[in-house]
């Protein structure tokens, strides 16, 4: 999933008292990026449970993709809205607005598996979207404000390594508890998913909660009086090509976590049931995770734009070995986590089971491995040497996460219309802008770094 945007403050925003303990708030904020990260990647397996309870057709797999629309489309017309909202409330109070309609969205959970309305669930996740954009605009800066600047980045980096954990644990358990084999019907499996995004909203409220009573530090924004700017954003060529990169990256991310499932119970992926699917999206999810610890200690010596060059050229290769013959006739034996419980006795059990898979399932998962470093190598790139702009900047690069929706809506379409297999030729559109990104379009054609802030030629 895509990390937390860099925001811009002064060493003024970080909390004035040396003496201060902020190990809970920081806790707190912490599981925060683990909240966010777990609920989203349950779309990856809310997604095969709408297809069987709604009965959509093999040729409509966009109505699928709707789930991933509804909710990503959030971010790309609430981000810099949100941010709007920052400033006029503050962070600590945008925090706990955005949990309460977090819990709003999920709680909605309940009349849309109650009446079986798939509008009713396409709501309630473009509601728990828009309560994310609000959330992830507030706890980037507030984590950071926790402590000295100095170790700013470090408690950042811990939130995006809950985060990533979360994607990863979060489709291994969504398979036991919502693709559990002893939910016999669609009746059943609704009720455990109504049980479950209730759960989550009522621990989302009492972290709303305890937050409100919580001491937390006040931020001082580094522009509180909004600038008047005579230049414009668009006029930064770096900037552009950054944000259409970000746009691709969260869609190619999204899409291959979204379609993962619904391909690997496909004939061509041979059938696999949908309970070990959903865990070896896990492995797909765990590979970006691994890649984001290991990332951080290449990109300290490696140039971003190499790196990420050398990655998105990976995933293009990746993507194209999973398209041809060779791989899909080809397979592997891997270990597959097996979780669930005795529907006779109920008594739990987990162990590993060797599931036979094409290699071509095998390239699309090792993608997530590469995507790991692709967003802290976008960001930093496109807003590069913006001087005043960087917050605009920003802005701009968050509202792009709506690739998430664009790119899955889309790929679904093609997947109707000339199969799964042939329709992750858009994923190849995706990566190969990317490298295109990594190779040329990163470099600037005007700064504003300057002394005067003034926009010049380079």
């Known amino acids: 999933m895509a990390g937390g945007a860099p925001i811009n403050f002064s060493s003024n925003n970080s909390a004035s008292d040396p003496k201060a303990n902020y190990t809970p708030a920081i806790a707190l904020m912490a599981t925060l990026f683990f909240v966010i990260g777990f609920v989203t990647v349950l779309n990856d397996v809310l997604i095969p449970i709408m297809k069987n309870t709604f009965h959509f057709e093999k040729n409509e797999n966009w109505k699928l993709m709707l789930i991933q629309f ?58 728990v979207g828009s309560g994310f954009a609000l959330l992830q605009v507030a706890i980037n800066p507030y984590l950071i404000a926790l402590g000295t600047p100095e170790t700013g980045a470090a408690r950042l980096n811990l939130g995006g390594a809950l985060n990533s954990t979360a994607t990863f644990i979060g489709p291994i358990f969504g398979s036991f508890y919502l693709l559990n084999e002893c939910l016999m019907t669609e009746a059943e499996t609704l009720a455990t998913t ?64 979204s379609l993962l499932v619904v391909y690997l119970k496909s004939d061509t992926m041979g059938n696999i049931p949908e309970k070990f699917a959903a865990n070896l999206v896990a492995y797909y999810w765990a590979g970006a995770m691994i890649g984001r610890f290991i990332g951080s200690k290449i990109t300290q010596k490696i140039a971003p734009n190499k790196a990420l060059a050398f990655v998105a050229i990976a995933a293009f290769v990746l993507i194209f070995l999973s398209m ?12 597959v986590i097996n979780m669930g419980e005795d529907c006779k006795t109920l008594e739990f059990y987990f162990n590993f089971k060797s599931l036979t898979v094409p290699l071509a399932a095998m390239c699309l998962i090792l993608i997530g491995l590469f995507n790991s470093i692709m967003w802290p190598s976008i960001f930093p790139l496109g807003i590069a040497r913006l001087g005043k702009y960087t917050s605009r900047g920003s802005g701009l690069m968050v509202t792009m996460v709506a690739g998430g929706a664009f790119v899955s809506l889309l790929q679904a379409i093609l997947a109707d219309q000339i199969g799964y297999r042939y329709s992750f030729a858009l994923c190849l559109v995706c990566y190969a802008y990317i490298a295109f990104f990594a190779l040329k379009g990163y470099k600037p054609n005007k700064v504003a770094d300057n002394e005067q802030g003034e926009i010049v030629e380079v």
Request: hydrophobic letters at 55%; a neutral charge.
């Open 70 to 127: 509804s909710f990503f489309m959030a971010y790309g017309l609430l981000s810099i809205p949100s941010g709007n909202l920052i400033k006029k409330i503050g962070y600590k109070q945008g925090t706990i607005y955005a949990l309460f309609i977090v819990a709003i969205g999920l709680l909605l959970f309940y009349p849309a598996s109650e009446y079986s309305s798939y509008g009713l669930f396409l709501l309630a996740l473009f509601i």
């Open 194 to 257: 109504r049980t479950l995004y209730v759960a989550i909203a009522l621990l989302i409220i009492a972290i709303a909660a305890f937050m409100f009573f919580m001491k937390l530090p006040k931020l001082s924004i580094e522009n509180e009086k909004d600038e008047v700017l005579s230049g414009s954003i668009f006029q930064f060529n770096h900037l552009i090509y950054g944000a259409f990169a970000i746009f691709f990256y969260v869609g190619a991310e999204v899409v291959i976590g």
């Open 324 to 335: 041809t013959d060779i791989m899909i006739n080809s397979s592997i034996t891997v270990p």
